[in-house]
């Protein structure tokens, strides 16, 4: 079972790109209001390991825990998150 889900959207039109957004959300089926905490707490440790050096600034990110992320090793996270962005293709455009 996976450690969350990553949704990405396009930013706004109108919007300059001022920085990275992430937004993070954990269900209720995950478990009570500390272990989402919890797992929110790990969600968004990650994402600031993670995003800012493999996400583009032109999108916007939401990471959706999941009950897989509770006992799961912090650098399988890490991993997962990485390997999640290379196939939503929302990794960094190179500039030559």
Do not use: C, W
């Amino acid at each position: 079972m996976p450690g969350f889900v990553l949704q990405v959207a396009p930013l706004p039109p109108g919007l300059a790109f001022p920085a990275i957004r992430v937004g993070f959300t954990v269900s209720r089926k995950v478990g009570n209001a500390v272990v989402r905490n919890r797992v929110r707490r790990r969600l968004r440790e990650v994402a600031r390991l993670v995003i800012p050096h493999g996400a583009r600034a032109d999108q916007d990110y939401v990471l959706v825990g999941r009950q897989g992320a509770i006992g799961r090793d912090f650098t399988v996270l890490q991993a997962e998150l990485r390997e999640a962005l290379r196939r939503l293709k929302s990794l960094p455009i190179a500039t030559p």
